[in-house]
């Protein structure tokens, strides 16, 4: 049963905190995304990879850190220098040859909160 | 600029009427414009798309009209039913750059 997972679902974050969502994918995607929603706004980018060890920043990087270790798996970092985290987080991947032009498949989200 | 508008925030339809949800944009690089459907608790999926050298592109009860000079797309749902309830966005993309629009909620009540 080929998409992409993420994990938790539900997460929460104490102040000062560093956490991490999960993203893996089976669709052999090379590129994979990370975008931030919030109520009554679109998606915004946080940051995106083309293809293994390389990743670019999006709109909004700063406070979030993201790897590439391996194709599969593209893990996001909130770190405390993000001042308001509570947000919908989604992931995406697509094939990889055309860049953002192409279509994308999203996760079901993970949901940040503050504590 | 980098912004895409898009318009109305929510939208309320009867059953088998038609929905038009409205965007536009203000940088000509993009070339590529997606519509994604998200449905509540889950991720967005992708809808319809169109490329700026045709004017219209219909899949099934959905259809994207397109006016390059005027910077502006929409999608139209015609014959709309409950199971389109959903929120749904546009987004405007180029090489690198990849925006999305706030999103209008769609009703569609029986």
């Known amino acids: 049963d080929g998409g992409i997972t993420q994990s938790p679902k539900y997460l929460f974050r104490k102040e000062g905190q560093n956490v991490t969502l999960s993203c893996e994918q089976n669709?052999?995607?090379?590129?994979m995304y990370w975008y931030r929603q919030d109520p009554g706004q679109g998606l915004r980018l946080i940051y995106y990879?083309?293809?293994?060890?390389?990743?670019q920043k999006g709109d909004i990087a700063e406070g979030y850190s993201v790897s590439r270790e391996k194709k599969e798996s593209f893990p996001l970092t909130v770190t405390s220098a993000q001042k308001n985290p509570t947000a919908f987080y989604l992931c995406a991947s697509s094939i990889g040859s055309s860049g953002l032009q192409e279509t994308q498949y999203f996760g079901p989200g993970t949901r940040l909160l503050v504590l | 600029q980098q912004q895409v508008k898009q318009s109305p925030q929510s939208l309320i339809v009867q059953k088998g009427g038609i929905s038009i949800i409205n965007c536009a944009y203000e940088?000509?690089?993009?070339?590529?414009f997606p519509w994604y459907q998200q449905f509540p608790g889950k991720g967005p999926a992708l809808l319809i798309a169109i490329r700026p050298d045709v004017s219209e592109k219909k899949e099934g009860r959905f259809t994207i009209s397109f006016n390059k000079s005027a910077k502006q797309f929409s999608l139209h749902i015609m014959d709309s039913q409950p199971g389109d309830s959903a929120t749904y966005f546009c987004?405007?993309?180029?090489?690198?750059?990849?925006?999305f629009g706030t999103g209008t909620r769609l009703q569609v009540f029986p």
């Open positions: 987004a405007a993309v180029n090489t690198d750059k990849l925006i």
């Open positions: 940088n000509t690089a993009f070339d590529y």
């Open positions: 990879s083309q293809i293994v060890n390389d990743f």
């Open positions: 669709l052999n995607h090379d590129a």
